[in-house]
């Protein structure tokens, strides 16, 4: 049997509409933001605290490494890593500031950046350094 083609745009822009989905149940006003090749997926604002937010949203339908490359983290966005799973089962968040995962390129990374001279050609997240930031939805706070 032929494997199932999933439309990765389709996956991308599950993961957006969730995170708006989760923003608005947390008070927060969000949106997405449509367009091509853009640095923001979700703009958010708090009107508790009066700050807005920049949101970056990776999705996967299943647990793998996040392809990303360090260069591409702004460390004043907030990164939304959802796993899909399957359909029965829920979705897994993980949020996290940029400059946190800039201040720890070896713990998230691992080995993708540890040769300078000859740094991975797909430099990735790992899955496991995320968990300690499930649901950490505190940093629209």
Not at 75 to 91: A, C, G, K
Not at 128 to 133: H, I, R, T
Request: glycine share 8%; net charge positive.
């Amino acid at each position: 049997m032929a494997k199932k083609y999933i439309d990765q745009q389709l996956t991308g822009m599950a993961g957006e509409f969730l995170t708006v989905g989760k923003l608005f149940k947390l008070g927060l006003q969000a949106s997405v933001t449509f367009g091509n090749a853009k640095a923001i997926d979700v703009l958010a604002y708090n009107p508790e605290n009066n700050k807005s937010y920049a949101v970056q949203v990776k999705t996967l339908r299943k647990k793998n490494c996040f392809l990303l490359k360090k260069e591409n983290i702004n460390p004043d966005h907030i990164f939304v890593f959802i796993f899909l799973n399957d359909f029965e089962q829920d979705e897994t968040f993980y949020i996290i500031e940029g400059k946190v995962i800039l201040q720890n390129i070896e713990k998230f990374y691992g080995s993708s950046y540890r040769n300078p001279e000859k740094p991975s050609k797909m430099p990735a997240i790992n899955y496991g350094s995320l968990k300690g930031f499930e649901d950490n939805w505190g940093v629209f706070e």
